[in-house]
């Protein structure tokens, strides 16, 4: 930090810091620990976004309630995607506070559950963590669109378009570099944090259309399948019936 100089009256000038401001207080919601919590979530087979939001707030440990949005029945979807200010899942309300959007949802339960570990404790791993969750949550459009996640499929063989190519190098590279730095086996050391909830739907599609990847970045797949929460998400996953056509694409 910039330190300003003060004279003294022989001509001579040291160095003071300047006063700090208090850090501002932050309001905290009413009765957190007894709030009730749900989150709306879509297909578990299929939507990735749901997925990430279900998995960040396991890691935190909130007890939530899941309201699901059927893809089957159009009049209910409507009704409950409209209770979401941005019509998408996954939503996030809790004691009366809505949060949308995966990334604020995982801001905002690092704030109500600090012990978590949701982001890292130190500030370069954090701002590290929060540039590759930026990344997955803003890019990597061509993986996407030519990888949907669908947990139920299985295919071997499967051609991935050119253009993904860019991304699965890009992620690949992520995760190798996280791992050397951070020690793993998870992204940023020995405890799923963030940044594992949003790259966990790449592991699923990369193992979906087995995506060949190399020794370190295998082991980081086979470390998210073996998390218990993703194994609870996977078997309920599987129990969906609807295997709808136009579902085979990133929703
Ligand atoms: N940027 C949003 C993306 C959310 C999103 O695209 N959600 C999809 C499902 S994976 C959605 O709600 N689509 C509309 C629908 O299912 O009707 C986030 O981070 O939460």
Same mark, same amino acid.
């Given at each position: 930090m910039a330190t300003a100089l003060k004279s003294r009256p022989q001509g001579r000038s040291v160095a003071v810091k300047p006063k700090r401001s208090p850090a501002p207080v932050r309001s905290q919601p009413k009765a957190r620990a007894a709030a009730q919590a749900s989150i709306t979530l879509s297909s578990?087979?299929?939507?990735s976004w749901s997925l990430r939001g279900w998995l960040i707030a396991k890691l935190a440990g909130l007890e939530f309630d899941e309201v699901m949005v059927s893809p089957d029945d159009a009049n209910a979807r409507k009704e409950i995607l409209l209770l979401s200010p941005s019509i998408l899942v996954p939503c996030l309300t809790h004691g009366g506070i809505k949060v949308w959007d995966t990334l604020a949802i995982g801001e905002y339960l690092d704030e109500v559950? #600090?012990?978590?570990? +949701? +982001? #890292?404790?130190?500030i370069a791993a954090r701002a590290h963590c929060r540039a590759i969750c930026g990344e997955m949550h803003s890019g990597f459009s061509s993986l996407r669109a030519a990888l949907p996640m669908n947990l139920k499929g299985d295919f071997p063989g499967y051609k991935v378009w050119a253009k993904a190519e860019g991304d699965i190098e890009r992620i690949t590279t992520i995760w190798r570099d996280c791992i050397s730095k951070y020690g793993g086996p998870f992204l940023f050391g020995d405890k799923p944090c963030i940044a594992d909830a949003m790259y966990a739907p790449v592991v699923t599609r990369f193992l979906t259309y087995h995506v060949a990847v190399d020794r370190v970045c295998s082991a980081y797949c086979q470390q998210i399948m073996a998390m218990p929460e993703m194994k609870e998400w996977i078997a309920a996953a599987k129990l969906e019936h609807e295997d709808i056509e136009e579902l085979d694409m990133e929703f």
């Open positions: 578990k087979n299929y939507s559950k #600090p012990k978590a570990g +949701l +982001l #890292p404790t130190d």
